[in-house]
C-alpha cells in the first residue's frame, strides 16, 4: 500500500539514455535495411578491391559512422531543449530553438559531406524536418506521460488521505457505540459482566491503536476483533424470544492479509438498525475465510422505523469507499434490501502483501 516516489536521473544520465537509444534505434535499422536489400537485390555496396560490404561489416561501420555521432548529438540536444526550454519557456520558444538544432544539424553536414553525387539539398531539407519533428513530438510525448505520472501520483496520495480520513471517522464512531453499550450492561447487571465487557473493549482498543493504524493486517487478528465485538453485544443485548443474534465464523488457519476495520462498519450497520427490544427482530451472520477467500453473508431485519434513516451513515459509506479504494477488482459485493437487508461480500486477499 505504501508508494514510494520514483527519483529521477539527473539531466545528464537522461540524456546520455537517450542518446544510446537514439543509436541503438539508429543501428538496427540501418542494418536491418541493408540486410533486407542484400536478401532481396543482392549486394549493392562493394569496397575498393572489389569485394562486397557484408551485413556485419554495415553494422560495424554504422556503429562508429561519423554520421551517428552527429545524431547521437542530436539526441543530447533534443533532450537538453526539452528540459531548459520547453518546460520553462512558451512555445514559441521551443519552436525556435528546435529550429535553430535543426539548422545547426543541417550546417554539421554540409560542412562535413558537402552536396555531391547522389546526396542534393533535398536530403538536407529531409534531414531538417526530421529533426525538426522529432524534436517537438519527443518533447510533446515526454509531457504526456509526464503529466500522466504526475495525475497518477496526486490519485494515489489522495486515496491515501482518504483512507486515513476514513480510519479517523471509524474510530471514535466505534468507541462510542462501545462505550455505550458497556454502561447498557453496567445498568442492568449487577457488574457480573461488567469486567468481561471492559476485557473485550480492552483487546478492542488495543487492536484499534495499534494493527489498525497499519494499511495491512492478519486477517486472524481481524476475526479476533469482530469476536470481541459481537460477543459485546451480545452481552449488552437482553435474554428475549424476539431478539435472534446467530453468528457462525469459519477461518481455515491460512494466513492472509486484510485491510484493519474492514467488515466493522456493516456489522455494526446490523446491529444499529436491525434490533429492537419490542419487535421481532433478528441478526445472522456467517463468516468464512478459506484458501485466503474471504466470504460474508450479513443477514438482519430491516425495522420499519428506522428504514427512512437506513443508509445514512457514514459508516457504511466509507466502507463501501475503502473497497473500491482498496480492492478495486478483488471484491464482490451486493446489498438487498427485500425482504430484509442482506450485504454479501466476497474478497480475494490472494497476492497481497504489505
Given amino acids: 500500500m505504501n508508494l514510494k516516489k520514483l527519483t529521477p536521473l539527473p539531466i545528464g544520465q537522461q540524456a546520455i539514455i537517450h542518446a544510446a537509444l537514439v543509436w541503438a534505434g539508429l543501428t538496427v535499422l540501418d542494418t536491418a535495411f541493408y540486410s533486407y536489400r542484400v536478401a532481396t537485390e543482392g549486394y549493392f555496396l562493394f569496397y575498393g578491391n572489389g569485394s562486397p560490404v557484408t551485413v556485419w561489416q554495415r553494422l560495424g561501420e554504422t556503429v562508429l559512422r561519423w554520421e551517428t555521432l552527429v545524431f547521437l548529438a542530436v539526441a543530447v540536444g533534443v533532450e537538453l531543449l526539452y528540459h531548459f526550454v520547453f518546460k520553462w519557456k512558451s512555445i514559441k520558444v521551443f519552436a525556435l530553438a528546435c529550429v535553430l538544432l535543426s539548422l545547426g544539424t543541417v550546417v554539421v553536414l554540409l560542412l562535413a559531406l558537402p552536396p555531391q553525387g547522389s546526396v542534393g539539398a533535398a536530403d538536407f531539407l529531409v534531414v531538417f524536418f526530421e529533426v525538426f519533428i522529432y524534436a517537438v513530438l519527443y518533447a510533446l510525448t515526454r509531457n504526456l506521460i509526464t503529466r500522466q505520472a504526475r495525475e ?6 489522495h486515496a491515501q ?3 486515513s480520513t476514513i480510519k479517523a471517522h471509524l474510530n471514535p464512531h466505534f468507541f462510542f457505540n462501545t462505550l455505550n453499550s458497556l454502561y447498557g450492561t453496567a445498568i442492568l447487571e449487577k457488574a457480573e459482566k461488567t469486567a468481561q465487557s471492559v476485557e473485550q473493549l480492552a483487546g478492542i482498543m488495543r487492536y484499534v491503536l495499534t494493527e489498525a493504524q497499519e494499511d495491512l493486517t492478519e486477517v486472524a487478528n481481524e476475526i479476533k476483533f469482530l469476536q470481541d465485538y459481537l460477543q459485546l453485544q451480545q452481552m449488552r443485548l437482553p435474554a428475549r424470544e424476539n431478539i435472534k443474534v446467530k453468528t457462525e465464523i469459519i477461518y481455515d488457519g491460512t494466513p492472509a492479509l486484510i485491510a484493519p476495520l474492514l467488515l466493522i462498519p456493516f456489522i455494526e450497520n446490523a446491529f444499529k438498525y436491525g434490533i429492537s427490544l419490542d419487535q421481532d427482530c433478528f441478526v445472522h451472520l456467517c463468516l468464512q475465510v478459506k484458501d485466503r477467500q474471504l466470504e460474508m453473508v450479513l443477514e438482519n431485519q430491516l425495522l420499519p422505523e428506522r428504514q427512512k434513516d437506513h443508509g445514512a451513515g457514514t459508516g457504511l ?8 479504494l482498496l480492492y478495486p477488482q478483488k471484491h464482490h459485493l451486493v446489498l438487498e434490501e427485500q425482504p ?3 450485504v454479501r461480500l466476497r474478497l480475494d486477499m490472494r497476492q497481497i502483501d504489505r
Fill in 340 to 342: 430484509h437487508y442482506k
Fill in 152 to 157: 497518477a501520483e496526486q490519485r494515489s496520495h
Fill in 317 to 324: 459509506a466509507h466502507a463501501l469507499k475503502r473497497l473500491n
Fill in 161 to 163: 488521505a482518504e483512507l
